[in-house]
């Protein structure tokens, strides 16, 4: 039987109009365990998915609303560093949000769609070699010819390269598509990255954005843990994710988890900013209420109340 909610809800007035910070943990006194946890994660840490297409030099732009100058790129590194932001990885953000794993208390992941070697090999990875970053890749198969498997695999070799699926041939999901197709789009592709890259992908990249609350279903039972949109709602804390209508539709959050667009990429680190700042001081005036409903609602069962923060 679930435990009933404990009583403090972080809210924050920074979310937009229709945007809703969800939960997904079905018991309450396990998730005040963990948040508490002196090994975990501090209340107030935050994680900002940043989705990537193309990088062009300023005298090439493209005008599409994703393509993101170089100057633009160098100083949304610069501004993450000056607010002591680090990147982590797929797996680091599942243990995160499943266990309240420690990762930094700021912490974002830059994910490049699609196929653009040159903009991870000429901007990216020079960029965050220096600082000890990661990039995580959503791959599509589609028509991926050797020569650049050969690429990809010799840019993986750096350690630097999280690779994770992006569709088999990057086709939208609708509501009108069969059982078979979405799991051919979901799964069809996931033995050749493993095959490539030597590791299954545990997160998927909706293309496009696109998903269906049966897509989402469907690519649980293939084994993904995590999947990602291309809305931008906020950022993510432990047990608390931005989602909008369509995403609370599916009941799923941790498979349409939001991504900011990168061409506003530094207002967004700065909102994630303002938004763990606010969520750290609920958890600190909260602490004391959260403690004595633990010690009503879960001693029995957990053993002693919470630890001090």
């Known amino acids: 039987m679930e435990n009933p909610e404990p009583p ?4 924050s007035a920074e979310l937009r109009e229709g945007v809703s910070a969800e939960t997904y943990l079905p018991d309450s006194c396990e998730f005040l365990r963990l948040r508490w946890d002196p090994e975990g994660s501090a209340p107030g840490t935050v994680v900002l998915p940043i989705m990537y297409h193309s990088l062009r030099e300023p005298d090439n732009m493209l005008h599409d609303g994703v393509t993101v100058s170089t100057e633009y790129f160098e100083a949304t590194i610069r501004r993450a560093q000056e607010l ?3 990147t982590i990885t797929i797996e680091d953000l599942e243990a995160f949000l499943i266990r309240n794993a420690r990762i ?3 912490s974002m992941i830059f994910i490049v769609d699609d196929r653009f ?11 965050i070699e220096t600082l000890d970053w990661t990039v995580t890749l959503a791959w599509p198969i589609g028509d991926t010819r050797d020569p650049l ?7 993986a070799g ?6 994770q699926s992006h569709g088999f041939r990057h086709e939208y999901i609708t509501e009108t598509w069969s059982d078979a197709a979405i799991r051919e789009e979901v799964a069809g592709g996931l033995s050749i990255l493993e095959a490539h890259f030597g590791r299954r992908p545990t997160a998927f990249v909706w293309p496009g954005g696109n998903f269906t609350r049966r897509s989402v279903e ?6 993904y843990r995590l ?7 906020g950022p993510l804390l432990f047990n608390w994710i931005p989602l909008g209508d369509p995403e609370r539709a599916v009941q799923d959050p941790l498979m349409v988890l939001p991504r900011a667009w990168s061409p506003s990429a530094i207002v967004n680190l700065e909102h994630a900013v303002r938004i763990g700042e606010q969520a750290a001081a609920h958890a600190e005036a909260a602490f004391p209420e959260e403690a004595a409903w633990y010690r009503a609602n879960c001693e029995g069962e957990r053993g002693a109340g919470l630890p001090s923060p």
């Open 227 to 233: 999947g990602f949109t291309a809305s931008s709602r």
């Open 158 to 163: 750096s350690g630097r390269l999280d690779v």
């Open 8 to 11: 403090s809800t972080f809210a």
């Open 218 to 223: 469907i690519a649980r039972e293939e084994g």
């Open 149 to 155: 498997w050969r690429t990809m695999e010799g840019l």
């Open 104 to 106: 930094p208390s700021r």
């Open 117 to 127: 070697p040159g903009a991870v090999a000429e901007y990216i990875l020079p960029a």
């Open 84 to 86: 002591g932001f680090q």
